[in-house]
């Protein structure tokens, strides 16, 4: 597919609202004061959205019926959990996580 | 990851989450090939909208020619996640200047939002824009680099997945959300492991009846009320 206006507007556009997602926050933080409510539920948001972004890759998302476990991928998430309990460094446990899952596609 | 802020110390810490991306690169270039795109489109995709999911969504909707106005709202809807991470990433930088804080919010993803709150949490909550602009174009750039690589190597490479690539992203997050907990000292263990669970369930019984990026959204905020809840009225 050749670049056209079509797809350049529609990349300018989905730029546009993810650019603004990411700023208009920053800006706001800056120049007003939260309440202090907020800013103790915000303390929560790396631990749940991390959380739901590993649980987005374990579980199969299907409207209308109940998530399935894709089991290759917690099968592989086994490994790299007890990898990140006894090692504690993000690169040793990223690459158990790809060796994990290298030797589970080897194996199924 | 130690409490240094330099520089060369974000170059050392965003090494581990490159992974991740040269995985998702190598997965796109498939997808981008089926999909016809050249890399002039993928390039301007990787540099304008900087959002691996969403990335995604794109392209297949541009395999069936979906109206611009869709693609932009489902951009947005997978994309608002971002919000959150935002307000919450802003936090740290609000006696930065503000051209400074929309560098760095131009730039923050998934990982490098990750990667700074672990660090936040070795450091007492400080953090430079130094350290976070360091990690945030070294993202960038290597983010468009895997995809232009994978979309060259799309053509070669028919099976990318038998290599366990693809699973560097969500094991880094795995490696994140746990460095997250034990480093995050001014919380309890157990407040932290009620709010994942809360979570876990959530996902699931909203999996149902939602799209998966509008689910995550949700979930995330109910873990963050429920962890409020259970820390204010135990």
New interface residues.
């Given amino acids: ?3 056209n206006t ?10 546009l ?3 603004l ?10 120049n007003f004061v ?1 309440p202090s ?1 907020l ?21 199969i ?1 299907k ?5 399935t476990i894709n089991w290759l ?1 917690f099968g ?2 086994v490994p ?2 007890a990898g ?2 006894i090692t ?1 460094s ?2 040793i ?14 194996l199924t | 990851m130690n409490d240094d802020l330099t520089i060369k110390t974000a170059i050392k810490d965003v090494i581990p989450t490159l992974f991740g991306y040269i995985g998702v690169g190598l997965a796109y270039g498939v997808v981008a090939q089926t999909a016809h795109l050249g890399i002039l489109t993928i390039t301007l995709l990787c540099l304008i909208v900087y959002a691996g999911s969403a990335q995604f969504a794109i392209t297949s909707m541009f395999v069936s020619a979906s109206p611009i106005s869709a693609i932009i709202l489902s951009t947005f809807l997978i994309n608002s996640r971002m919000i959150l991470m935002s307000t919450s990433m802003a936090q740290h930088f609000k006696h930065d200047s503000l051209r400074q804080n929309i560098a760095i919010g131009t730039l923050i993803t998934d990982e490098t939002f990750a990667l700074g709150m672990n660090k936040a949490s070795m450091t007492k909550g400080k953090l430079t824009p130094a350290w976070f602009n360091t990690a945030n174009v070294i993202a960038y750039i290597v983010w468009w680099l895997a995809y232009v690589v994978g979309a060259l190597a799309g053509k070669l490479i028919t099976n990318p997945e038998s290599f366990g690539l693809d699973f560097a992203v969500v094991a880094m997050f795995i490696g994140l959300l746990y460095l997250q907990m034990i480093g995050d000292r001014r919380r309890k263990l157990r407040v932290q492991l009620e709010v994942i669970l809360l979570v876990v369930i959530a996902m699931f019984v909203l999996g149902r009846f939602l799209n998966p990026e509008i689910a995550l959204l949700l979930a995330t905020i109910i873990g963050c009320l429920g962890g409020m809840a259970v820390e204010e009225w135990r």
Avoid: D, E, H
């Avoid at chain 1, 079509?6 to 730029?15: H, P, R, V």
């Avoid at chain 1, 990411?22 to 933080?29: G, I």
């Avoid at chain 1, 446990?93 to 080897?106: D, E, K, Q, T, Y």
């Fill in positions: 597919m050749k670049i079509y797809l350049l507007l529609t990349i300018l556009g989905c730029g609202v993810t650019w997602s990411r700023v208009v926050p920053f800006v706001l933080v800056k939260l409510g800013i103790k539920l915000l303390s929560f948001v790396p631990v749940a959205i991390m959380t739901a972004l590993v649980v987005q890759n374990i579980l998302f409207t209308g019926s109940w998530p991928n592989a998430a790299t959990v990140a309990i504690k993000l690169l446990i990223v690459v158990i996580g790809i060796i994990s899952m290298a030797v589970l596609r080897l």
